[in-house]
């Protein structure tokens, strides 16, 4: 058992419609260079040219905004469940 990775709908159609995918890792960057690997064109959608999480893009460690935690940097453990959430814009 892995790490459980839920996927958004506008990146669904990256990962051939699934909705979560199991990946190994030991933190976070481990995880999205594997996710890119398995699904080319991924980090793009999660990480700039700088290596940093994109302003739009937020994810979530176990419920924890990583954010909050050690950014890309966070380390990741079996059974862990990771969350992908983009931002969502409004207004009047």
Do not use: C, H, Q, W
């Not at 892995?2 to 990962?15: A, N, Y």
């Not at 909050?68 to 940097?73: I, K, S, T």
């Not at 453990?77 to 409004?90: H, L, M, N, R, T």
Request: hydrophobic content about 35%.
């Amino acid at each position: 058992m892995g790490i459980m990775v839920r996927i958004p709908t506008p990146l669904r159609r990256m990962t051939n419609g699934k909705d979560k995918v199991e990946v190994e890792s030991a933190n976070l960057n481990e995880l999205v260079e594997k996710l890119n690997s398995e699904y080319p064109g991924f980090k793009d959608r999660l990480v700039d040219e700088n290596g940093e999480l994109r302003y739009f893009v937020n994810i979530y460690l176990n419920g924890e905004d990583v954010r909050f935690l050690e950014g890309l940097g966070t380390a990741t453990s079996e059974g862990d469940e990771i969350s992908i959430v983009p931002a969502v814009a409004g207004g009047f």
